[in-house]
């Protein structure tokens, strides 16, 4: 960790003054999470085929400069934290070294087929983590 991807600013995520909407920076927030977990080998889709979610229990953001239409953003990501049952990612985004938001979400694992109930992490999906935590 950081573990960093890009995406591209799409003309649907801007607002009447040309730059990205707030709200999209915590979408750059899943892509940068879903593809750590992913490199980790914990990809969403093998957490849901054993039943487990996660789900955002909360997410803070803030922001530094306006991204804009086009613009190839980098999405960096850490692993903050990892509990018996959340995990805490922290990131950035950035334009070309330029820091545009900062934030962090926290996500508790949820069993989907008992009624949405928090659980434990699982042990293997911990092991897979725990290495990774970077403290701040």
Not at 72 to 93: D, G, M, N, P, Q
């Amino acid at each position: 960790m950081p573990f960093e991807t890009t995406t591209r600013v799409r003309y649907a995520e801007t607002d009447q003054m040309g730059v990205v909407y707030h709200s999209n920076y915590i979408v750059y927030f899943e892509i940068g999470r879903t593809e750590a977990l992913r490199s980790l080998g914990s990809a969403y889709a093998k957490l849901e085929e054993r039943g487990l979610v996660l789900a955002i229990t909360e997410v803070g953001a803030k922001y530094h400069a306006p991204a804009r239409y086009d613009d190839v953003l980098t999405v960096r990501t850490w692993l903050r934290e990892v509990s018996k049952a959340r995990l805490r990612f922290e990131y950035e985004i950035l334009r070309e070294g330029v820091r545009l938001c900062s934030g962090f979400t926290v996500l508790a694992f949820l069993d989907r087929i008992g009624g949405m109930r928090p659980v434990r992490c699982p042990e293997d999906v911990e092991n897979l983590m725990l290495p990774t935590v970077e403290p701040k």
